[in-house]
């Protein structure tokens, strides 16, 4: 990179300070730049040269990205914020996903859709392991039989959570879920309203490893919920005739176990920074369901589906810098099944300090 000539020193302090303002077409010297990993002088000034400061810039940018390129290519992320980055004590995230369903089996004309956002912090505690928590907000809604059967649900999640790297090529994570949810049901004239509260947790194995130019990530993941319902009673008329239906609370079990593959590649933007598209293909397998996974079909008889699932997610990620990294992707979770379609979008957006 062009050196320029040397006009002037200032003292090293001051410029950390920000208290020496440069002109345009003067910079630090780049062998003694800090930006650059170099160091001032022995009287501890730094040498200014005639340099243009985009140049400057630009190099610095081009250490930084072939830096996390280098990273990301030689170990596994120990969380989805942390890609690349090993040093930062804090990361903060926001996760945002919106679900689209779409049922006709057996005649069951359901349709329901789910947004969830979620925010976290977390934070180096050893040299292996991260701990944080995140909260999250959700709203679902769903009819079907020609809506005479509709069902809104709004609630929280508080969720703590570690995660620990084994090696360069395997990482864990672990998380308890603790959910309160507030929901409202309407039946022909009749209606609803009770509250839910579950709890549960999830357990996560990852790794990464390099095929040529590519990176291929395998994930084993276990989740498990208990959900529990208070009593509430259906109220409404009948042919004008007042009529309440008693509705005891009720508990049932939530389990999946998913295998998943992540093929991924990284490219250079125009920007210094990278992007990584990526395609994800897995199966879920569906151990617990409230009924057994059963459903009532148009005939009010009960169908058995399967309890597994395959699942396409593509998308990509974008770095942006040192600090900053952004996630969008698309996915299709309801493959082998007939008349199911579940459509999903995602933003995830991760900032490291």
């Given at each position: ?38 160091a001032p002088l022995a009287d501890g000034t730094l040498p200014v040269v005639t340099c243009p400061e985009n140049l400057l810039r630009q190099h610095a940018q081009a250490r930084t990205r072939n830096a996390l390129e280098a ?140 095929w040529g130019e590519a990176l291929l990530r395998p994930t084993v993941s276990l989740f498990y919920s208990r959900e529990r319902s208070d009593d509430y009673d259906l109220d409404g008329k009948i042919l004008g005739i007042p ?17 998943s593959g992540e093929l991924s590649r990284i490219y250079h933007t125009d920007h210094a920074g990278l992007i990584m598209p990526y395609a994800e293909l897995g199966v879920d397998w569906a151990f617990e369901q409230p009924n ?62």
């Amino acid at each position: 990179m062009p050196q320029g000539q040397i006009v002037g020193r200032v003292d090293a302090a001051e410029w950390y300070a920000g208290r020496v303002p440069l002109p345009a077409n003067r910079c630090i010297d780049p062998r003694h730049d800090p930006r650059l990993g170099g160091a001032p002088l022995a009287d501890g000034t730094l040498p200014v040269v005639t340099c243009p400061e985009n140049l400057l810039r630009q190099h610095a940018q081009a250490r930084t990205r072939n830096a996390l390129e280098a990273t990301l290519m030689e170990q596994v992320p120990i969380t989805a914020g942390r890609q690349g980055e090993p040093v930062s004590p804090w990361n903060t995230w926001v996760d945002a996903r919106y679900t689209d369903i779409s049922d006709d089996r057996d005649g069951q004309d359901l349709d329901g859709e789910a947004q969830v956002v979620a925010v976290g912090v977390d934070r180096w505690v050893s040299e292996q392991t991260v701990a944080g928590g995140s909260f999250s907000v959700d709203s679902s809604r769903s009819d079907n039989f020609g809506g005479a059967w509709d069902s809104d649900s709004d609630g929280f999640s508080i969720s703590p959570y570690v995660a620990y790297r084994l090696s360069e090529r395997w990482a864990l994570d672990a998380s308890l879920i603790w959910r309160w949810g507030d929901n409202d049901t309407e039946l022909a004239t009749l209606e609803g309203s009770f509250d839910t509260r579950s709890f549960g947790g999830a357990l996560n194995a990852h790794g990464q490893y390099r095929w040529g130019e590519a990176l291929l990530r395998p994930t084993v993941s276990l989740f498990y919920s208990r959900e529990r319902s208070d009593d509430y009673d259906l109220d409404g008329k009948i042919l004008g005739i007042p009529v309440e239906v008693e509705v005891p609370g009720d508990s049932y079990s939530t389990g999946v176990a998913s295998v998943s593959g992540e093929l991924s590649r990284i490219y250079h933007t125009d920007h210094a920074g990278l992007i990584m598209p990526y395609a994800e293909l897995g199966v879920d397998w569906a151990f617990e369901q409230p009924n057994d996974g059963r459903y009532l079909n148009e005939d009010l008889e009960w169908e058995d589906p399967s309890d597994l699932t395959g699942t396409l997610r593509t998308g990509a990620r974008w770095f942006v810098g040192e600090a900053t990294l952004l996630e969008a992707s698309a996915g299709y979770l309801s493959i082998g099944h007939d008349d199911l379609d579940i459509w999903e979008g995602r933003l995830y957006l991760s900032y490291r300090f």
